[in-house]
């Protein structure tokens, strides 16, 4: 697959497909709509019932949305046990070309950056005592996770329209099941269709304010009772 390094607005850069012709990331940040959807509206909602995250990545990707999770272990101790899901992994020579050390300011985070993408494939690896990282060599098919397990669900599929087959009722029913009695899924879409099927596997489905470019993203929760 070829791809193509393109730089967002707010100075980070993302992945282009352009058989797909889709961005890994947003084009308006890729950082800042990390950051937004994933981090604020995932991570710190989950923190703030529980001190310990279990976290499931769909798309791991570039590796940005494990790396910007990760201080949040550093700085609270907080326990992260970080499985990411990812069939088609980047090679070292374009992870060296997103050039991620001009926005990971902080060189010990790079470090861990680094250590990240080295670490094997279907293993977990203990990067500090309070992260886990499982990097799982496997599509969203193929994987069989457990019941009730998971705190969050980092959804960083492509778009709908580029992998349909990602965002059905079945899909969500079996994240539903995976996801523990309050826990979240959470996503950049807002397209209705993808919201119909989200409801129809049994989540709440709560609009909240988009990162920069977009006016809504998703976030669904498995009701307690």
């Not at 250590?115 to 193929?142: R, S």
């Not at 539903?176 to 269709?193: D, F, I, N, Q």
Request: aromatic share 12%; charged share 25%.
């Amino acid at each position: 697959m070829h791809l193509e390094i393109r730089q967002t607005k707010d100075g980070s850069n993302t992945l282009y497909v352009p058989e797909l012709n889709e961005h890994y990331h947003s084009v308006h940040g890729a950082m800042q709509e990390s950051q937004h959807v994933f981090i604020k509206h995932g991570l710190e909602h989950a923190l703030e019932q529980k001190p310990d995250v279990k976290i499931l990545e769909v798309g791991f990707g570039t590796g940005l949305n494990a790396i910007l999770t990760f201080p949040f272990a550093l700085a609270q101790k907080a326990f992260v046990q970080y499985d990411t899901l990812e069939k088609y992994p980047l090679t070292q020579d374009v992870v060296e070309q997103l050039h991620f050390e001009k926005f990971i300011l902080n060189p010990e985070l790079f470090d861990y950056y680094k250590q990240m993408h080295a670490a094997p494939w279907n293993e977990p690896v203990d990067l500090i005592p309070y992260f886990t990282l499982q990097k799982i060599h496997e599509t969203l098919e193929e994987f069989c996770p457990p019941d009730a397990y998971y705190d969050v669900v980092y959804f960083d599929a492509f778009a709908p329209e580029k992998q349909p087959e990602l965002w059905t009722e079945e899909v969500f029913a079996k994240l539903y099941r995976a996801v523990r009695p309050g826990g979240v899924l959470v996503t950049y879409c807002a397209k209705g269709s993808f919201k119909r099927a989200l409801k129809a596997a049994g989540f709440i489905v709560e609009a909240l304010p988009g990162p920069p470019g977009k006016r809504e993203m998703t976030r669904g929760i498995r009701p307690v009772a």
